[in-house]
């Protein structure tokens, strides 16, 4: 093999690219039932947008972005993520000017430099929303329950928010200080990335997995005790309204975002399946965003979902596609066989494809066979799997013969009659 897809990167091939389609087009359907309408802003951004939006100093910048100069000498990035790139795009298209509120969702490719493992890469899927222009809790709870009902709609059940406050950005600079001082005592056993952390985004240890950084942060101060008088108010609002909307969350003391624009608010959604997993989604309010990139001060709110993570957790649906294979015994009943594949997707519905080789019976009907024999993987339901065989007979008698592949059971039915038969056979 001389090329291969470029490390961290994968080809999403069916079933499994239909997987993603299917998640999208519940996404669609359900943030659209909210009013939120699709954005699709460029893979490619100026660097400097992340750097200033996501922070100098987060591992995301530091580390992760996959920046070049193009031929003149500009610098661009791949988006990493695409909160950045819909904020630039409101501002820039003089949405921030209109009316609020504004509510936009999007679903594309982000790219960062990571090192490759399970359920990680380095060209990832995100599906997330945007709602621009509402500073009071009520933003909180739409975002929240529509995430719910995306997600339930993909068949995640106990679902649960985890929530926190980071406050402003003040308040933000208060805890950090705290939050170095306690730690610096504690960071002999800290590696070189982790004091450079310390050194420079002490919030950043949060995300930490090492051992003596976990162990360090036990019993450290909490976002909770430097929060300012309007953010606290705001947060027990937000829990307040949370709870008379029936919305389960728990208060989650150390979750600390790893991108620098998060303000007030911040959360994760865990549930039943996505407990083993890594984080699947996180968002919050970013209420300084559109004004540090040179919008008006406009707050904010939103979530990223890593749609690849998404699928591996998701509750499998039970396959229920059908499948008709038509099947023409020579080139002489091509045409015909055309023709009747045209009739069934209109009149039966699924998939229906048509032997285009006309191979003839024997070598159309091991074709089925062996999807038959895949149909689970191929997300078909086997119990709807028919080949639909024209032949000199059945052009003779104006009839066609079906066979049903999980039997074998085969009827020659009239031609006319052909698509009222499958009613209630897929
Ligand atoms: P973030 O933008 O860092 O808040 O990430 C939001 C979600 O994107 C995470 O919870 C993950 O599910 C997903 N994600 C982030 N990085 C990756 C990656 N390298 N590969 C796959 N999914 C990712």
Redesign the pocket.
């Known amino acids: 093999m001389k090329y291969r897809a470029v490390k961290g990167t994968r080809d999403l091939l069916p079933p499994e690219s239909e997987r993603f389609a299917d998640a999208e087009a519940a996404a669609r359907r359900v943030f659209s039932s909210y009013g939120y309408g699709e954005v699709r802003t460029p893979c490619l951004e100026a660097t400097e947008l992340f750097a200033r939006s996501v922070g100098e100093t987060t591992d995301l910048v530091h580390k992760e972005m996959y920046t070049f100069p193009d031929r003149k000498g500009r610098s661009l990035t791949l988006r990493p ?1 695409n909160t950045a790139g819909v904020v630039r795009a409101v501002i820039e298209n003089g949405l921030a000017a209109g009316p609020m509120p504004l509510r936009l969702w999007y679903e594309g490719p982000q790219f ?1 430099y ?1 090192r490759p493992q399970a ?3 380095r060209e ?1 899927r ?1 599906i997330g929303a945007e709602l621009l222009g509402v500073p009071g809790p009520a933003a909180e709870v739409e975002i929240l329950t529509m995430l719910f009902d995306f997600l339930e709609a993909l068949g995640f059940r106990g679902l649960t928010v985890a929530l926190n406050s980071v406050g402003t950005a003040q308040s933000r600079e208060a805890f950090g200080r705290a939050l170095k001082e306690y730690l610096s005592r504690r960071s002999s056993g800290f590696g070189e990335d982790d004091r450079r952390k310390l050194e420079e985004n002490p919030l950043r240890l949060f995300d930490s997995k090492d051992t003596a950084v976990r162990a360090a942060l036990e019993g450290s101060p909490r976002t909770l005790d430097f929060l300012d008088a309007g953010s606290r108010r705001h947060h027990e609002e937000v829990r307040q309204l949370l709870g008379e909307s029936g919305l389960p969350f728990r208060d989650e003391p150390s979750l600390v ?3 620098d624009y998060y303000t007030r608010t911040v959360f994760e959604v865990t549930s039943a399946e996505l407990g083993a997993q890594d ?4 968002g919050g309010r970013y209420d300084n965003l559109v004004e540090l990139l040179g919008g008006p001060a406009l707050p904010a709110i939103g979530f ?3 749609e ?2 998404l699928l591996q957790a998701a509750p499998r649906p039970a396959p229920s596609r059908s499948l008709l294979l038509v099947l023409p015994q020579g080139p002489e009943d091509l045409a015909d066989a055309l023709r009747l594949a045209g009739e069934l997707r209109a009149g039966v519905g699924g998939a229906v494809e048509v032997d285009l080789l006309a191979r003839g019976f024997k070598k159309g009907m091991a074709r089925g066979n062996a999807l038959f024999e895949e149909a689970s993987a191929r997300g078909l339901d086997s119990e709807k799997i028919f080949a639909v065989l024209l032949g000199a007979r059945e052009r003779e008698e104006g009839t066609v013969t079906v066979k049903r592949l999980a039997s074998g059971d085969q009827e020659t039915i009239p031609r006319a009659r052909v698509a009222g038969w499958f009613e209630g056979r897929v």
């Open positions: 993520e960062r990571e359920g990680r890469y990832f995100q975002r790893g991108l984080a699947i989604l996180g990223a979902i890593g690849d993570r």
